[in-house]
């Protein structure tokens, strides 16, 4: 069955819009995009076609989240105003000790409901549990799940990779198409020397995409170049020797060898311009988290240097514990509006480059653009549609420039995945909102109850 979506703007980010456009899919893959005229002509010998009418409204790809934690969704707003060392070892202990494995799938599944009503199609999730890798495959959408490994004692490294190698061997028999796993050593902080390395070969002999925390804060920093700071007091009150290699991270992880397998770096905030040349030079990516990164007071990446560098930058909202919301038009005009206001200049990322941020440019970060992020045919079929009737988008001169500088999540009424709808603009159709709702205020009163934060 093909399906014709049609709305009054469709906006291919490869080529320029379409008034009164069309985007026509069969068998989760687009067959023509272009005026609904010339495309339901093209598209005749087919007989009459099921058609989707979205009216006042904008059909673009589907926005790439190149950075989340779903499993950590239960506690948006219950760790504000920490500082970021506090932050972690709270977050640590809540989900440590007060989330079972049923709490962390009830809240990683909220975590999809929103993504998914957000016309977020694509998400690259950093978890504990496997419990994002499962709900992104019951939610419908497409994904990563990196697993992470935690480890900074080189004695219990093999440990710490055998604990990874049988949660991947439990977790791969159920990728699928759509989502895929990948490996997370944590950061330079939790993480060894010698784990880094052997994680770093086992994800190249099984393939796996690997992922990051990197150059994140000043006590990151501190931790390397000096050996002080809230890390290295933690490790030495743990009994484990550091000697800090008085570089930055990104020099640290090059000369570990460990850029070698083109990781996705998470924040890269503190990144120098020697950092940048080593991201070009390997290839590296970088996901950029502006809204957590200000929330903590860490700073804002570079990445306008990143990307005139030809560094491959995707946007992330990290978790919404620390976020607080997962919206990729939001944090895209947020970093927008940071870029232009730190660099004195107005003209910084225009509208259609910042829509070719949230979309193609999230899909080239995580090395998925030959199949989605612009509306192609032979694409998959991976869609968001976006109404632009509020009171806050009218008038609409520029279509692009509406959906980028006022439109938000709670303006999407589509959400498309490899042909198949999973937001109609009134529920998720592929979970259980209302249950998993009930559930999620039932753990959240529990969680409340804990004291310490």
Not at 50 to 69: I, K, M, Y
Not at 261 to 277: C, F, M, N, Q, S
Not at 304 to 311: A, I, L
Not at 414 to 443: A, F, H, K, M, P
């Amino acid at each position: 069955m093909t399906i014709l979506y049609t709305a009054q703007w469709v906006l291919p980010v490869a080529t320029p819009p379409i008034r009164d456009g069309a985007v026509a899919v069969g068998e989760g893959r687009i067959v023509a995009v272009g005026p609904e005229a010339e495309v339901r002509a093209r598209l005749a010998r087919l007989g009459a076609l099921e058609t989707v009418a979205l009216g006042r409204a904008a059909l673009c790809p589907g926005f790439v989240n190149v950075h989340s934690h779903l499993e950590l969704t239960a506690l948006r707003g219950r760790l504000e105003d920490l500082s970021f060392f506090d932050w972690i070892r709270t977050l640590t202990r809540l989900r440590g000790e007060q989330m079972a494995a049923a709490d962390l799938e009830v809240s990683a599944q909220w975590g999809v409901v929103e993504a998914a009503r957000a016309g977020i199609t694509t998400v690259a999730d950093t978890e504990t549990s496997g419990a994002g890798f499962h709900a992104l495959r019951q939610g419908g959408l497409r994904g990563i799940a990196y697993q992470e490994v935690f480890g900074p004692d080189p004695m219990q490294a093999k440990k710490s990779l055998t604990g990874l190698k049988r949660r991947l061997e439990a977790l791969r028999p159920a990728e699928t198409d759509l989502v895929r796993l990948g490996i997370s050593p944590h950061a330079v902080y939790s993480v060894s020397s010698l784990l880094f390395r052997l994680v770093i070969e086992y994800a190249e002999r099984q393939a796996l995409p690997v992922a990051i925390h990197c150059a994140e804060s000043q006590a990151e920093d501190d931790f390397l170049r000096s050996g002080q700071g809230p890390f290295a007091q933690f490790l030495r009150e743990r009994g484990i020797a550091w000697t800090p290699p008085r570089v930055s991270t990104i020099r640290y992880l090059s000369d570990l060898n460990v850029l070698r397998v083109k990781p996705l770096l998470i924040h890269a905030v503190r990144a120098t311009e020697e950092d940048i040349g080593l991201l070009t030079f390997h290839g590296a990516s970088v996901a950029h988290c502006p809204k957590s990164n200000a929330k903590f007071g860490h700073g804002i990446a570079p990445v306008s240097r990143m990307r005139q560098r030809g560094v491959r930058v995707g946007l992330g909202t990290d978790s919404v514990a620390s976020n607080n919301v997962c919206d990729l038009l939001d944090e895209g005009r947020f970093a927008q509006l940071l870029s232009r206001a730190t660099q004195g200049d107005g003209q910084l990322l225009p509208a259609a480059a910042l829509l070719q941020w949230m979309t193609l440019d999230g899909a080239c970060a995580l090395g998925l653009d030959d199949r989605i992020g612009t509306l192609e045919v032979g694409k998959e079929a991976d869609l968001v549609g976006i109404s632009l009737a509020g009171p806050h988008l009218e008038p609409v001169y520029d279509p692009v420039a509406a959906l980028v500088t006022a439109a938000t999540g709670r303006d999407v009424v589509l959400t498309v995945v490899q042909g198949r709808v999973i937001y109609d603009g009134q529920q998720v159709l592929t979970l259980d909102e209302e249950s998993l709702r009930e559930r999620l205020r039932e753990l959240a009163q529990r969680l409340d109850a804990v004291h310490g934060t």
